[in-house]
T-cell receptor
Framework: NAGVTQTPKFQVLKTGQSMTLQCAQD?????MYWYRQDPGMGLRLIYY???????DKGEVPNGYNVSRLNKREFSLRLESAAPSQTSVYFC????????????FGPGTRLTVL | QKEVEQNSGPLSVPEGAIASLNCTYS??????FFWYRQYSGKSPELIMS????GDKEDGRFTAQLNKASQYVSLLIRDSQPSDSATYLC????????????FGKGTTLSVSS
């Protein structure tokens, strides 16, 4: 079991460029999440998908879009990157109904110049 | 406003001592509580979950929950230098659906 995987691990973009962060889990989990982590701000939820076919906004959704491609995969897209989106992005998943233990991927470190 | 509060630290303890990490939360209806450990440059790792009032022990770790006081804590006994990390408190609040609200974390430093 690889758990939660994310690609790429590192990325440098120029302002205005677009990119998609990929996340996949092999634990048959229903729910998946995208967080960003900034110094002094903690982990903040961007978007989540409670089940295949559904997505919802979190605390900081502006500038992002998501796609729950299937039960395994949940991608995060930046359409026009801005320096304020420089951050570490984590994908997480959980699957047991009634329990919200989330398991995190290794993260993507994104720099927008 | 959904909030989870932690002291940022750093909390410094000598090797072998007990480290006590504290967390308060704003939503009285919260049901699930978690402690994650995060080493520098790494992703958060779940170390404890607790769902009912009282203590839950797992090895050197004890989580304590008091819903009436809206307070959850983590005790680390016989602290080791390898415990030096940032500890994140996370709470599932009713209004957040399945999502977790995270505190900003407490940095623990264990000196040998």
């Amino acid at each position: 079991n690889a758990g939660v995987t994310q690609t790429p691990k590192f990325q440098v973009l120029k302002t205005g460029q677009s990119m998609t962060l990929q996340c996949a889990q092999d634990m048959n989990h229903n729910s998946m999440y995208w967080y960003r982590q900034d110094p002094g701000m903690g982990l903040r939820l961007i978007y989540y998908s409670a089940s295949e076919g559904t997505t919802d906004k979190g605390e900081v959704p502006n500038g992002y879009n998501v796609s729950r491609l299937n039960k395994r995969e949940f991608s995060l897209r930046l359409e026009s990157a801005a320096p304020s989106q420089t951050s570490v992005y984590f994908c997480a998943s959980h699957g047991l109904a009634g329990y919200n233990e989330q398991f995190f991927g290794p993260g993507t470190r994104l720099t927008v110049l | 406003q959904k909030e989870v509060e932690q002291n940022s630290g750093p909390l410094s303890v000598p090797e072998g001592a007990i480290a006590s990490l504290n967390c308060t939360y704003s939503d009285r209806g919260s049901q699930s509580f978690f402690w994650y450990r995060q080493y520098s440059g790494k992703s958060p790792e779940l170390i404890m979950s607790i769902y009912s009032n009282g203590d839950k022990e797992d090895g050197r770790f004890t989580a304590q929950l008091n819903k009436a006081s809206q307070y959850v804590s983590l005790l680390i006994r016989d602290s080791q230098p390898s415990d030096s990390a940032t500890y994140l408190c996370a709470v599932n609040m009713w209004a957040a659906g399945t999502a977790l609200i995270f505190g900003k974390g407490t940095t623990l430093s264990v000196s040998s």
